[in-house]
Nanobody, 113 residues
Framework: QVQLVESGGGLVQPGGSLRLSCAAS????????MGWYRQAPGKQRELVASINSDATTLYGASVKGRFTISRDNAKNTIFLQMNSLEPEDTAVYYC???????WGQGTQVIVSS
């Protein structure tokens, strides 16, 4: 069955960086559109970044220029490089096979001094 497993979350100071990973299995990864979403307490889940099979990307307005999504088709993995982190980036980050109901379990990111 399809599995999406995130890793790489944690506590980081404002201005710091983190790199999230999402390992996929049980699916045809190379043709999948993949995305990162996040959900902060009391807020709706929002799209952070998305990457197509041809590596075309799009970003949410609040992270553009700071975050970079990428994929490694040989490892069935997507990444989210997060730089210049702000307290407002604090959330649970989820990996998603876009336009399907398949989600990872989430990884917590806390940006705090």
């Amino acid at each position: 069955q399809v599995q999406l497993v995130e890793s790489g979350g944690g506590l980081v100071q404002p201005g710091g960086s983190l790199r999230l990973s999402c390992a996929a299995s049980g699916m045809r990864f190379t043709t999948a559109i993949m995305g990162w979403y996040r959900q902060a307490p009391g807020k709706q889940r929002e799209l952070v970044a998305s990457i197509n099979s041809d590596a075309t990307t799009l970003y949410g307005a609040s992270v553009k220029g700071r975050f970079t999504i990428s994929r490694d088709n040989a490892k069935n993995t997507i990444f989210l490089q997060m730089n210049s982190l702000e307290p407002e980036d604090t959330a649970v980050y989820y990996c998603n096979w876009r336009f399907t109901s398949y989600w990872g379990q989430g990884t917590q990111v806390i940006v705090s001094s």
